[in-house]
């Protein structure tokens, strides 16, 4: 990685960024990318609250207490957030077929659209940084966050 230039944000950072900076950053232009392909196809209506929720698996038949605990978020806010897309249909909630005290979340044709959506968004990115790494490159960047990933407590919940 060359060094910050003089007008960089870093310029006056205690030295360069460190590897959650290094994430973020790649993290910040997959979710204006993908809210920029949302909006052009008529989702304008999605946030980046919104996004947490349909991010990777999908909250497709968990239960909103589950998706609250792996988003790291209060039953309160994800109970929110899920009022909002239903409302906006996006998702429903429906009975638990095997607790009917609970509930589970099921994506309606709109939401599975959305992720749809995303994906592509977020392929179409892939491939663009592959073309600045180059395949070798591209492919041993994912092997490596994919290595670290499944070295990660979240794992075992299937994220």
């Known amino acids: 990685m060359?060094?910050?230039s003089?007008?960089?944000?870093?310029?006056?950072?205690p030295g360069p960024p460190l590897i959650g900076a290094l994430l973020r950053l790649p993290w910040e232009?997959?979710?204006?990318r993908m809210l920029d392909r949302l909006g052009e196809r008529g989702f304008d209506?999605?946030?980046?609250?919104?996004?947490?929720?349909?991010?990777?698996?999908?909250?497709?038949?968990?239960r909103p207490s589950e998706l609250?605990?792996?988003?790291?978020v209060s039953k309160q806010a994800l109970n929110y957030l899920l009022g909002e897309l239903e409302r906006l249909g996006y998702l429903e909630r429906r009975p638990d077929p095997g607790d009917l005290r609970s509930k589970r979340i099921a994506l309606t044709a709109r939401g599975e659209d959305v992720v749809r959506?995303?994906?592509?968004?977020?392929s179409e990115l892939e491939c663009e940084w592959e073309g600045?790494?180059?395949?070798?490159?591209?492919?041993?960047?994912?092997a490596?966050?994919?290595?670290?990933?499944?070295?990660?407590p979240r794992t075992s919940s299937g994220s």
Do not use: C, I
């Open 132 to 142: 600045r790494l180059g395949a070798k490159r591209f492919a041993q960047l994912r």
């Open 2 to 4: 060359s060094a910050p």
């Open 117 to 122: 959506v995303m994906r592509e968004a977020v």
């Open 29 to 32: 232009a997959v979710r204006r």
């Open 144 to 152: 490596l966050l994919q290595e670290l990933v499944a070295g990660s």
């Open 68 to 72: 609250a605990a792996e988003l790291g």
């Open 6 to 13: 003089s007008s960089s944000r870093f310029t006056n950072s």
């Open 45 to 62: 209506d999605l946030d980046t609250a919104h996004l947490a929720v349909f991010q990777y698996p999908g909250p497709h038949g968990a």
